[in-house]
């Protein structure tokens, strides 16, 4: 970009050619005054406010900063007599059409147009006559669960209608009436319920003034917040950075931290369900079951039976009658010891957690075909994709701000295909979509491949540079054709066609998948095949790229780097490697066995045998997650000892024998891995709630009284003890995470992190061709469970127990489980939307509510996995894909039952 200088009152500074004056003068802190500016924005619709207006020579009249361009040599004033009297009008008459209420106003204190008019000394309206006055008719909309639409106090700056169309591509609200009629409003007079808003508070947070504002239990202002601490969201894999605001000792708000992860943006959860961290149900002391009823213990007392149940076990079983979770939800430090205390204290490699459960299949696959099993490029590059294929992940909900770039890539010129057997939010912006039948994804990646390599589209150079064992992957890819894979897929042949055309003749062309690639007993032939479509074309170690599973909590990524899996120490260092083993044992001054251990299904397997004689679970609640939910209550049950660490008492922890109260992230320090490897602080807000602790304090308190030596005095500690270990992280420390984190591999502290993998070649050397062939679900419908379910997330929940069940908005907008039904299925069945029904599978039932929508296939239904009451798992499928070991969770039969017709016949 071509380098220009330009003078700003007086000194020079230089700049691109492209910035606008207002971005070089913010940038090198020459404070202009501005109520409609956001850099995401398109300056093109803005200037609204004018108060960014100054003064440049040789031009008559003053200029927006905004909108205007820099020039080679440009002269500016930015604060001359005539710039701030302007200033001071502009400000008189946005204020005569605005409530001086600042006495009694919450954004006072926070509201930049009451800090202008401080600034500008305006006292107010330039003519008393037009005073605003309470009498006018204005709107207040308080339908939204999270915040409030107040017109009185619009100052119609724009900037919630842009970042509503701009950023989140909504368009949940907009201008209506002109001149001094004009008003923010949702489209044909409806109210904020009855829009399609998202409820994302992206509005909310960037209004100037209290137009949007947060709905709160308690009266805050910003003169009451005590601090803002800059953290990682504790929701899903994207990693979003927010600002914690903290009032005494409890989180009274949340506001996005603007990062090369995130932007600006955050979801619902993010911005409004904060409420579970100081929420009065918390776990707040230890539990101990005694003859069948917890009581309130002291630490001490807790960690006594810990450690003697520990020992006398070893003693009496060994090592193996050992196993432990780690968690998804918590820090790389507190999993880092989690396994740490697994491997080294009770001797076995008996340590998994949820990513068996998502991802396993993703570990897999990508390592086997390219080397690494990680999401190959990064969050901000999807901005600039020219083809993203979206498969088995409804991003829109599940991953939202993703799902906002995606959407802003599509408004940039983007194409984009999408396939998945509902028709998901983001399935009705796509140029092509691609309905397939559940556990058909092998056939469909078949059939795309079969037309790349029939009509040439294939990037001949990469794959005779970077690949192997091509030739027996176009012999393989001849059988599926179009038609062959159409009638497997129930897709039309033609739609698999332009599907594959558009992706291979995009210069950048980004995969984005989740759950719905990897649950299925052919989960890792479906992440294989997915890694043959990207190295077919080309579309490996290049920006806005490569092959990006994504990772449904926020430290799924983490917790498999630290180690939180059978096979692998940190940093994926096999434990049956013996250098990698001697390693360890030297490190840890601990022999480590040399067995790979048991996956989660297989220990809840050997637990329900007797076999697993103590468990400890930390964060994890399987009697939710896990399959076929009521083996896993009799495998628990029949567990000898269980620990559970938790924040809330889970499913889970109702069985337990010992339940330990951690903290939230809000209340430790500590790291998250995001999806795109960038491994982002954690920092704590408050102390913790009641006698509750970190994680990783609870672990060490425990591994001391068994023998280890080492006291971390922090959470810096456990992470400077690991990334010694772990390669991937060798070159990160504290102070290198602070300002926007680093991605890994980052191998010294010299190195910069890596934005994209592969640059040069995939990590194996050559990128891996597995060839797979379609194989049909285990599991399909008959007539005696006719219906094929699968499962998913939905953007208002995530874990009910623990987290956004706790908040009341989202509840009222979700309080049950339900069931997706086509509105066929349901006239055949004689059901109505709304009504209870019961649904039965060969493992369980459940009543659950019906939901009619087009939105499902003819004969497939859909089931959240959120809910405790009606739990989807309950139904579902404990059937292992042999590699990964990875449960077919979206593919199980079942059959539908009307309840009213019991109580008639009762």
Not at 179 to 200: I, N, W
Not at 539 to 549: R, T, W
Not at 833 to 841: F, H, K, N, Q, T
Not at 844 to 853: L, R
């Amino acid at each position: 970009m071509k380098k220009i200088t330009i003078n700003i009152n007086g000194k020079d500074f230089v700049a691109e050619e492209t910035d606008s004056i207002l971005k070089v003068c913010l940038e090198n802190d020459i404070d202009i005054p501005n109520l409609c500016f956001h850099p995401d924005l398109d300056i093109k619709y803005g200037s609204s406010c004018r108060l960014c207006i100054v003064e440049i020579e040789g031009r008559k009249g003053l200029i927006p900063s905004c909108s205007t361009m820099v020039s080679e040599g440009m002269k500016v004033l930015t604060h001359s007599q005539e710039v701030v009297s302007a200033r001071k009008v502009m400000l008189e008459l946005i204020i005569e059409n605005h409530p001086l209420d600042c006495l009694t106003c919450e954004k006072s204190g926070a509201c930049k147009l009451q800090d202008y008019c401080y600034e500008y000394d305006v006292k107010g309206p330039i003519d008393i006559q037009h005073t605003f006055s309470l009498e006018e008719e204005y709107d207040i909309d308080d339908t939204n669960q999270f915040y409030i639409k107040d017109d009185s106090k619009c100052i119609q700056c724009g900037l919630c209608v842009r970042a509503c169309a701009e950023l989140q591509c909504i368009n949940a609200i907009g201008f209506v009436n002109r001149s001094g009629e004009q008003r923010v409003s949702v489209p044909f007079g409806k109210t904020l319920a009855e829009s399609d808003c998202v409820s994302c508070g992206t509005c909310v947070s960037l209004c100037p003034v209290n137009a949007l504002s947060p709905k709160q239990t308690k009266k805050i202002r910003k003169w009451d917040i005590e601090k803002h601490v800059k953290t990682t969201c504790a929701y899903c894999g994207v990693g979003c950075q927010l600002s914690l605001l903290v009032k005494g000792n409890e989180v009274v708000g949340v506001e996005p931290s603007y990062s090369s992860t995130n932007k600006d943006l955050l979801c619902v959860k993010g911005k409004f369900a904060y409420g579970f961290i100081n929420h009065s149900d918390r776990l707040k002391k230890p539990l101990i079951r005694k003859n069948g009823i917890f009581e309130e213990a002291s630490w001490e007392e807790a960690y006594d039976l810990i450690v003697n149940k520990v020992k006398a076990l070893k003693k009496d079983y060994g090592n193996e009658s050992f196993a432990g979770l780690a968690s998804a939800r918590a820090t790389n430090e507190d999993n880092y010891l989690f396994q740490k205390f697994i491997r080294a204290y009770l001797g076995n490699n008996n340590v998994d957690h949820c990513a068996r459960l998502c991802h396993a299949s993703t570990v897999a696959g990508l390592a086997a075909t390219l080397g690494s099993a990680a999401m190959t490029n990064s969050n901000l590059e999807i901005l600039d994709s020219d083809a993203i294929f979206i498969v088995g992940s409804n991003t829109t909900e599940n991953h939202p701000v993703l799902g906002a770039f995606v959407k802003q890539a599509k408004n940039k010129g983007a194409q984009l295909i999408v396939a998945d057997p509902r028709k998901i939010p983001i399935a009705h912006k796509a140029d092509i979509y691609l309905p397939i039948r559940p556990g058909t994804n092998v056939a469909l990646f078949n059939g795309m491949m079969n037309v790349i390599i029939e009509e040439n589209l294939q990037d001949n150079q990469y794959i005779e540079s970077f690949t192997e064992n091509y030739e027996e992957l176009k012999l393989m890819m001849k059988a599926y054709t179009p038609e062959f894979v159409g009638s497997i897929c129930g897709v039309e042949p033609e739609q698999i066609r332009k599907a594959a055309r558009i992706y291979a003749k995009a210069e950048k062309a980004s995969i984005l998948y989740s759950m719905g690639v990897t649950q299925h007993t052919t989960g890792t032939q479906g992440v294989m095949s997915l890694s043959n479509l990207a190295l077919l074309t080309g579309n490996i170690g290049k920006e806005s790229a490569g092959i990006n599973p994504l990772r449904g909590q926020n430290n799924v990524q983490g917790a498999c780097d630290m180690g939180g899996l059978p096979g692998d120490y940190p940093g994926y260092q096999k434990v049956y490697h013996e250098p990698a083993r001697l390693k360890f044992e030297k490190a840890w001054g601990k022999e480590l066995s040399p067995t790979a251990g048991l996956t989660v299904t297989e220990i809840l397997n050997e637990s329900g045998k007797g076999n697993i004689k103590f468990l400890y679970i930390m964060g994890e609640n399987p009697m939710l997650s896990d399959p076929d939910i009521n083996h896993v209550e009799e495998a628990l049950r029949n567990t000898e000892f269980l620990v559970v660490q938790d924040i809330f008492m889970t499913e889970t922890a109702e069985l337990a024998d010992v339940v330990l109260p951690a903290t939230t992230f809000a209340e430790k320090n500590g790291t998250f891995t995001n999806s795109e490897r960038r491994v982002q602080r954690v920092r704590k807000a408050i102390d913790p709630i009641g006698e509750s602790k970190p994680d990783w304090v609870i672990l060490m308190e425990i591994m001391n009284r068994l023998g280890m030596e080492e006291i971390y005095s922090d959470a810096e500690s456990i992470f400077d003890e690991m990334r010694q270990l772990t390669p991937q992280y060798a070159g990160m420390t504290y102070k290198r995470l602070e300002d926007t984190g680093l991605q890994w591999p980052c191998i010294d502290e010299t190195h910069i992190g890596t934005k994209y993998l592969h640059k040069y070649h995939p990590v194996r050397g050559k990128g891996l061709f597995k060839a797979c062939e379609y194989v049909e679900s285990a599991e399909d419908p008959d007539s005696e469970y006719p219906y094929l379910l699968t499962t998913g997330r939905i953007l208002y929940h995530y874990h009910t127990r623990t987290m956004t069940g706790r908040v009341q908005g989202l509840n009222n907008l979700f309080p049950s489980s339900f069931i997706e039904i086509n509105p066929t299925t349901a006239s055949r069945l004689n059901i109505k939307d709304g009504e209870l029904i019961r649904a039965v599978s060969r493992r369980g039932s459940i009543e659950t509510t019906a939901v009619i929508t087009e939105d499902i296939q003819e004969d497939i239904v859909f089931i959240p996995f959120h809910f405790g009451d009606g739990a989807a798992n309950y139904l579902t499928s404990s059937v292992l894909d042999p590699i990964a070991k990875i449960p077919e969770l979206k593919v199980s039969a079942i059959r539908i039952e009307k309840i009213s017709d019991e109580k008639i016949a009762q």
